[in-house]
């Protein structure tokens, strides 16, 4: 039956501890999307609306949609949501790219990832060892011991456990400056089970990850993955009785323990390494899917940059929503006040709502009719007043529609609103990334 995968939302409200002063900055929680594998239609289920209310109109498989103009320029890439015919499931609102990766070493080595997942909501990018990705040997980022550095990437559903390479990254006609922290995830060349410490954030749900995605590529607001939190020595916070951030480790003669990371040695944004003009965010555009059941696929684009060239300036209308610490804004839900965050990465709207829940897909929401929901964004003098629709999810998933407007669940983050890849369709949403040398930046979203 249809699985909810649990938000991939990493670091994002996490270790709230007291830390050194580094101008406010705080690990937060990567927040990669609810239910990748939302996906995995029922057998022997028939399609149809499922006894939805007169006013839901019957489930069907609609047209693929597509942008009228999309944009053109070396700065952007296609980003594709659709039904990978590789897969043995359907996925749900996965918005796909292809990433290029080289070992600098190497004149020409190169290889290029296709279905790489689009996330606005971790930092860092994060792929899944092949065959093809093994052969560019990239060197080892490599600890002050000698020893390999590895990382825990700590999501809702739990973690991913590979090494830390150094490849140069290239999306699109840009290339990064120089090369990057990447990480490796399965990588045979650390041991195959985590330590305890990384264990204890969660199951490792790589396997279940990766049967949809060929990786992460992660652009949020933030530079980093971990930040400041992480370039701390692990006995800093065991002298304070305070849980570490439990990411980065030292591995060496078949053993790993939690270490530090410099901010060279960290997962970083890949943005923030492109050249000067194209490093200070993104936007990532989509077409309007068909309401409430969704259309067979959608094409939109990423453009990397923000109000510096020509085929990336915001809207006139657009409003700049500045960022916490943790990546959150203010958000009312039908009135009722609390915080959260937009993301890519995440396949559904996830919030707590008064809403039936659906009988085959757990964790989803299956109102009939479609229920409209309000919702209030504000974040200094920006405010905006909008609406979201959730739609029987048992019902989409049953046409096999892989854009999906309505699609809700319970939050994934308790507290949490999350408004994933739904909130995109029909809008151009922006990404700025903090500044790093501006302590009380930490970046904003717009739209």
């Known amino acids: 039956m249809p699985v909810r995968c649990a938000a991939l939302c990493g670091f994002r409200g996490a270790w709230r501890n007291a830390l050194p002063s580094d101008g406010g900055r705080v690990l937060h929680r990567l927040a990669l999307g609810a239910a990748l594998a939302a996906a995995a239609l029922l057998s022997g289920c028939g399609g149809g609306g499922g006894g939805n209310a007169p006013s839901d109109p019957p489930a069907t498989r609609n047209p693929a949609v597509s942008l009228a103009n999309p944009p053109s320029g070396p700065n952007v890439v296609p980003v594709g949501i659709l039904q990978l015919a590789s897969t043995g499931s359907n996925t749900a609102n996965t918005p796909y790219v292809t990433v290029t990766v080289c070992n600098s070493a190497s004149a020409g080595s190169c290889v290029s990832i296709p279905d790489v997942l689009v996330d606005t909501g971790s930092a860092g990018l994060r792929l899944f060892a092949n065959p093809a990705l093994n052969s560019l040997n990239l060197p080892a980022v490599t600890t002050g011991t000698g020893g390999q550095l590895a990382a825990c990437a700590q999501f809702a559903s739990g ?228 609406g979201i629709t959730i739609a029987n999810a048992d019902s989409m998933f049953q046409t096999g529609n892989a854009a999906l407007p309505a699609l809700g669940g319970t939050a994934a ?35």
Do not use: H, K
Request: include cysteine; aromatic fraction near 10%.
């Open 159 to 386: 973690y991913t456990w590979g090494s830390m390479r150094s490849a140069l990254v290239q999306i699109g006609g840009l290339i990064t400056g120089g090369t990057i922290p990447i990480e490796v995830i399965g990588d045979a060349s650390i041991p195959s089970t985590a330590p305890q410490a990384c264990q204890s954030q969660g199951p490792n749900f790589s396997a279940q990850l990766s049967s949809v995605v060929n990786g992460i590529l992660g652009i949020s607001n933030f530079q980093y993955d971990c930040g400041y939190a992480c370039t701390i020595s692990p006995s800093f916070y065991t002298t304070r009785n305070t849980p570490s951030p439990g990411v980065y480790y030292d591995c060496s003669g078949g053993a790993c323990t939690e270490t530090s990371a410099s901010y060279a040695q960290q997962a970083i944004n890949p943005i923030a390494a492109f050249p000067a003009g194209y490093n200070n965010g993104s936007l990532l555009t989509l077409p309007a899917a068909s309401l409430p059941w969704g259309s067979q696929a959608a094409t939109g684009a990423l453009i990397f940059g923000i109000n510096t060239t020509n085929n990336n300036q915001l809207p006139a209308s657009t409003q700049m929503f500045a960022l916490d610490r943790y990546g959150n804004l203010p958000i009312a839900v039908n009135g009722s006040s609390g915080t959260g965050f937009i993301d890519s990465g995440s396949n559904g709207y996830y919030t707590a709502l008064n809403l039936p829940a659906c009988t085959q897909s757990s964790g989803f929401y299956c109102p009939s009719p479609a229920a409209n929901v309000a919702l209030q964004l504000s974040s200094g003098s920006a405010s905006s007043s909008t």
């Open 413 to 447: 983050i308790a507290g949490q609103v999350d408004l994933g890849l739904p909130f995109f369709y029909g809008r151009t949403i922006g990404t700025g990334i903090q500044q790093v040398q501006n302590p009380s930046d930490y970046g904003f979203v717009a739209f």
